[in-house]
């Protein structure tokens, strides 16, 4: 059974970092392609990085430069460090795997409870 959970969300003010962790367990990180998103109240669920099998990474205009997704293969963890941070990146993150170990387009299958990230001005 495959398990995902968030944990390191907070409640910073504008120019802080956090870094976030998802802890797998079912599925080995370092073989799936893995993603984050997040939702604000409100607001559509938005993808904001990717990283693939191989070790690419995709993120999005909001996001890049600021946002980084790195894996450690050996605690099965997904990160993401998040930076230079801005009240609009004010959400619930969750990461997610898809149904096999390849991402094809939006198909995700496994999901996260989610992380609130709250940034002050």
């Known amino acids: 059974q495959v398990q995902l959970v968030e944990s390191g969300g907070g409640s910073v003010q504008t120019g802080q970092s956090l870094r976030l962790s998802c802890t797998a367990s079912?599925?080995?990180?370092?073989?799936?392609?893995m993603a984050w998103f997040r939702q604000a109240p409100g607001k559509e669920r938005e993808e904001v990085a990717r990283?693939?099998?191989?070790?690419?990474?995709a993120y999005a205009m909001s996001v890049k430069g600021r946002f980084n997704a790195s894996k450690d293969n050996f605690k099965n963890i997904l990160y993401l460090q998040l930076n230079s941070l801005k009240p609009e990146d004010t959400a619930m993150y969750y990461c997610?795997?898809?149904?096999?170990?390849?991402?094809?387009?939006?198909?995700?299958?496994?999901w996260g409870q989610g992380t609130q990230v709250t940034v002050s001005s």
């Open positions: 990283i693939y099998v191989v070790g690419g990474t």
């Open positions: 079912g599925i080995t990180v370092g073989s799936y392609c």
């Open positions: 997610a795997a898809p149904p096999t170990q390849y991402c094809r387009g939006d198909d995700f299958a496994y």
